[in-house]
């Protein structure tokens, strides 16, 4: 990077140091196939209670969804995994003037990492053995216009383990914060073109982390 800003100091208006699009996890404590095996033993869950049991918590995160975008007023809608999902939601939100709150939820069919079980012996009581596994499962995106974030969202995969992402974008942030501070800039996509004054800038962006 440093060789290419001499190349082109020239050319260059400014270089600005910061974080781009941001992705946070959570996860619950059940990622290993023994801690799920663990987790099922408690919960008393056996060869006959097992599947159904899986098949209705997925299906009751679906409809709590569901109900929230009922709730607000806001679509919810299964979207092929081909398709632009912030592009589409950005659109409906500037359709219905929406500056702050929920969207849309999308449901999108995609491979997760999930487990599978297998009872090496006859028995409705027999503990499960559990490992973990590639599939592909249905997955909730919940998309928010935030006031200082602009759109950002919330992506829930409905099988076991269950991991949940959150998604921001730090050059959205930026770009609303140098806007309410009178700072005048040219943005294309995601990409700074120019920043009147690229000292305020990089203050602005080094304060993200602290946030």
């Not at 569901?66 to 999902?85: C, T």
């Not at 409905?158 to 700072?183: D, S």
Request: hydrophobic share 40%; glycine share 4%.
């Amino acid at each position: 990077m440093k060789e290419f800003i001499r190349k082109y100091e020239a050319r260059i208006h400014g270089v600005l140091s910061c974080f781009d699009r941001v992705i946070f996890r959570g996860y619950l404590p059940i990622m290993s196939g023994w801690a799920m095996a663990e987790f099922l033993y408690r919960l008393n869950q056996n060869r006959s209670s097992l599947r159904p049991f899986l098949l209705q918590n997925s299906e009751r995160v679906k409809n709590h969804a569901m109900a929230m975008a009922k709730q607000y007023g806001r679509p919810f809608q299964y979207l092929a995994s081909n398709i632009d999902k912030d592009a589409a939601a950005q659109q409906l939100a500037q359709r219905d003037g929406i500056q702050h709150g929920l969207v849309c939820i999308y449901s999108i069919l995609e491979p997760c990492r999930t487990f599978s079980f297998v009872f090496n012996k006859p028995g409705p009581d027999q503990r499960p053995f559990v490992r973990s596994a590639k599939r592909k499962c249905l997955h909730l995106y919940f998309y928010f216009m935030d006031r200082h974030f602009g759109l950002v969202h919330v992506r829930i995969q409905t099988w076991f383990p269950m991991p949940i992402q959150i998604y921001l974008n730090c050059h959205e942030w930026l770009a609303r914060k140098l806007a309410a501070n009178g700072v005048r800039y040219t943005k294309h996509d995601n990409v700074f073109l120019w920043i009147d004054d690229m000292a305020r800038a990089q203050k602005f962006a080094d304060r993200f982390a602290n946030l």
